[in-house]
C-alpha cells in the first residue's frame, strides 16, 4: 500500500518557523518529483514548492518564494519543507504529493499549520 504520511505541523507565531517531514513508503520515490501543497478554509488548493527526483531542482510559489526551502532524501525516502518568516496568511493544511510525468499520484492526509498574528 502507497502511503505518504506528513508531520510538523502546528501552532506557530508569525515571523516562526516550522519543518514540514513527508515519509513515503509502500514504493520507492526515488524517481519522482514531489511536490508539497496547501490549502487554506475557502481557497483552492496551490501548489507551493516542488523539488525533482534528485533534488537538483526545485520550484516555489511566488507567495514562499526566499521563505521556503523544499529538499529531500531519497535515502529516507522522506521530503522536507523548511518554512521561515512564517506569516498569518501561511495557515492552511499542508499536503505532500509524489508525481510521476507531469501528475501528481500519490497524496497524504495534510498536516495542519496555523500561524497566530
Known amino acids: 500500500q502507497v502511503r505518504l504520511v506528513e508531520s510538523g505541523g502546528g501552532l506557530v507565531q508569525a515571523g516562526g518557523s516550522l519543518r514540514l517531514s513527508c515519509v513515503a513508503s509502500?514504493?520507492?520515490?526515488?524517481?519522482?518529483?514531489m511536490g508539497w501543497f496547501r490549502q487554506a478554509p475557502g481557497k483552492e488548493r496551490e501548489r507551493v514548492a516542488a523539488?525533482?527526483?534528485?533534488?537538483?531542482?526545485?520550484l516555489y510559489g511566488d507567495s514562499v518564494k526566499g521563505r521556503f526551502t523544499v529538499s529531500r532524501d531519497n535515502a529516507l525516502n522522506t521530503v522536507y519543507l523548511q518554512m521561515n518568516s512564517l506569516k498569518a496568511e501561511d495557515t492552511a493544511v499542508y499536503y505532500c504529493?509524489?508525481?510521476?510525468?507531469?501528475?501528481?499520484?500519490?497524496w497524504g492526509q495534510g498536516t495542519q499549520v496555523t500561524v497566530s498574528s
Open positions: 504529493a509524489a508525481s510521476q510525468g507531469l501528475t501528481y499520484l500519490y
Open positions: 509502500g514504493r520507492t520515490f526515488s524517481s519522482d518529483g
Open positions: 523539488v525533482s527526483w534528485n533534488g537538483g531542482s526545485t
